[in-house]
Structure formats: C-alpha cells, structure tokens
C-alpha cells in the first residue's frame, strides 16, 4: 500500500497533530458541518419495528444512541473545548443533506425537531435533499420510464456525475 501524502501525524511524538488540532479549534467560527445523511441504510437492515420501513442510516444504533445523535456529540465537544480555551460561546452551523426515497427525508426532520434540534436551535441547520436522478437499466443502459414522459427517479448517491 502507498502511504498518501501529507504530514505523519505520529512524527515528534504527535507534536505536530496536537498543533494540527489547536489550529482546527481556533479555526471552529469559520467552519461549518456537512452531514451527508441521504443514504437510506437498505444494506444495513435497518426498519422501523412497526411499519418495517427502511430507516435512514443517521438512525444506526452506536452505543445506544443514533449515529446523528453521535455526530452532534462530537460537535458540542468541539464547541466546548473552544469555550474553554478562548471563553466565547459558538454555535456552528450544520447542513443536513437528506433524500426524498423512502422517506428519508421526513424522517430526518422529525427526529430533529423529536429532539429539539439537539440542543442546538433549528435556526443552526440548514436541511436539503439531494437530487433524484434517472435511473438507468443494466441490461440496456436506458433510461428505465415509469409512464409516458416518466422516469423512475433515484437518489444520485455515490459519486452520480448528473450535472
């Protein structure tokens, strides 16, 4: 394996990752978070235990709590030790991108509002869905029609080249 260029975070006993890391804490008010939470965690089995609908995979379960919730955790961490070492509260910014499939996208904004934003005030997120796109067949390479003038729409996920 190629090592990827960059500095070696381990290198002068990690004097440089700790430099590395104060830089990002002061840089915080500049900063704001990308969530990209489109993706509706078919491949991870996750369901809602009543309707058994596929569940967005901000809703995985880590250490008993939802991923999102975990991302969110981290954040106010960061927030914190920003207080801490320079005595000025910040809220960052967070855009949430969801998808319109499977209801993904109601489902993220619920749980947000369910949890009163995490604390975090909904004035501090910006939500939108990512776009849908054609799909394409395999056998073909058509576009796959659901009616006259219709197509079958998808998210555009990992890496669509759709401008």
Known sequence: ?????????????????????????????????????????????L??????????AAFLQYNGRPLIEGLFRDLTAREWLYYKLNGVHHKTPVAVMTSAAKGNHTRISNLLRDNNWYGRGEENFKLFEQPLVPVISLDAGQWVRKGLGKFKLKPGGHGAIWK
């Open 47 to 56: 369901e809602d235990p009543v309707t058994g609908e596929s569940l967005p």
């Open 1 to 45: 394996m190629l090592r990827p260029p960059g500095a070696d975070l381990r290198a002068n006993g990690g004097a440089f990752a700790a430099t590395a890391s104060r830089w990002g804490i002061e840089e915080l008010p500049n900063m704001a978070e990308i969530y990209p939470l489109g993706g509706a965690g078919d491949r991870l089995g």
